[in-house]
């Protein structure tokens, strides 16, 4: 397989507590990548130091074989990264058509705008609400609408936070068939998440973090097989 986005020994802290301590991480292209852990695991933080929203304190980012560590997020999303933080981010007073079309304008010509618009309304499920504001949508929509701002980009990595916060069971599954169909066609996905039900919906491949440190890993029925797994999501471990 092809290594499309390595960490090596990628470390972080702040001030005397180390967040992030070596973790050695390898994303596969066309594969759908989980990194799950409970609270103060420093997923979230992981995930910044990859995006560039997070300056490393050691280690190294690579990306398409490019060291990317003292890259700035934007200059990341230029080679081929797209990011979907937990929070939406869309445009709320601009029509649901609009914010697909403030994403796409710099990444398809003016000729096949539309055409692309349509064509993300539909995978997003919202071809009806086009015209609507976006605030106006439910938490679950607007958490769509962002995906497909990120897919406008047309990424090589689609890296997401939390892509279920906030969702219903029902809004959770239809992400997950989402991110399948996104795989399928050959999109590779690195999702931080903490849903389990979702996980097991979606992982091909799964990273465990405790404490800072890569604490296992493997295919979902590895990771869910693993006693130690199962006890640090008990909460018999200290949460921080």
């Known amino acids: 397989m092809t290594v499309l986005l390595e960490?090596?020994?990628?470390?972080?802290?702040?001030?005397g507590h180390a967040?992030?301590?070596?973790v050695d991480l390898?994303?596969?292209a066309g594969e759908i990548h989980c990194l799950i852990g409970p609270n103060g695991a420093g997923k979230s933080t992981l995930f910044k130091l990859i995006v560039g929203l997070h300056g490393v304190t050691a280690g190294q980012v690579t990306f398409q074989g490019v060291d990317v560590t003292r890259h700035r997020p934007f200059e990341r999303?230029?080679?081929g990264m797209s990011i979907k933080m937990q929070a939406p981010g869309v445009f709320k007073e601009l029509p649901v058509r609009q914010n697909l079309r403030?994403?796409?304008?710099?990444?398809?010509?003016?000729?096949?705008l539309t055409a692309e618009e349509d064509r993300l309304l539909e995978l997003l499920g919202l071809t009806t609400d086009a015209g609507r504001p976006a605030g106006v949508l439910a938490h679950g929509q607007q958490q769509w609408l962002e995906i497909g701002m990120a897919l406008a980009l047309k990424p090589t990595l689609l890296l997401m936070d939390e892509p279920t916060a906030g969702?219903?069971?029902e809004e959770t599954y239809i992400t997950g068939e989402l991110m399948k169909k996104l795989n399928s066609e050959g999109?590779?996905?690195?999702?931080?998440e903490h849903d389990m039900a979702f996980i097991r919906q979606i992982a091909q491949r799964v990273t465990v973090l405790h404490f800072g440190e890569v604490f296992a890993?493997?295919?979902i029925g590895d990771v869910i097989a693993d006693p130690r797994v199962a006890e640090i999501y008990l909460g018999k471990t200290r949460d921080y």
């Open 77 to 79: 999303v230029k080679l």
């Open 26 to 28: 390898t994303v596969n």
């Open 19 to 22: 967040a992030v301590s070596n």
């Open 167 to 169: 969702l219903s069971p």
């Open 7 to 15: 960490t090596r020994r990628l470390s972080k802290r702040f001030g």
């Open 102 to 112: 403030i994403a796409l304008q710099h990444h398809v010509q003016p000729s096949q």
């Open 217 to 219: 890993g493997g295919t």
């Open 187 to 192: 999109m590779t996905v690195l999702v931080v």
